[in-house]
């Protein structure tokens, strides 16, 4: 079983920063591949950010110049840096891990 808690989210104005943070536990011996997806209201869930264990990233032309995932092995923590954030980044963002296990979700809110 493995478990993932994130933590982070909340209101901010537009412009504002916010960083999300995901640790995994439970039976995990090294995390694999960690990504951060949101999904807003009436909207499909997308991929915001994908790192690699080794650190490659990629990310949604949306927020690419504006967030940064980072990741620590160590830990299996993965966090999400989001700046000059924008009311259209308002969404339930998930961390999804090995491409197999997924948070509970944690809500970003953008106030115009």
């Known amino acids: 079983q493995v478990q993932l808690v994130e933590s982070g989210g909340g209101l901010v104005q537009a412009g504002g920063s916010l960083r999300l943070s995901c640790a995994a536990s439970?039976?995990?011996?090294?995390?694999?591949?960690m990504a951060w997806y949101r999904q807003a209201p009436g909207k499909q869930r997308e991929l915001v950010a994908h790192?690699?264990?080794?650190?490659?990233?990629t990310y949604s032309d949306s927020v690419k110049g504006r967030f940064t995932i980072s990741r620590d092995n160590a830990k299996n923590t993965v966090w999400l840096q989001m700046n000059s954030l924008k009311p259209e980044d308002t969404a339930v963002y998930y961390c999804f891990l090995d491409a197999t296990y997924w948070g509970q979700g944690t809500q970003v809110t953008v106030s115009s």
């Open positions: 790192i690699t264990r080794s650190g490659t990233t």
């Open positions: 439970g039976s995990i011996f090294s995390a694999g591949a």
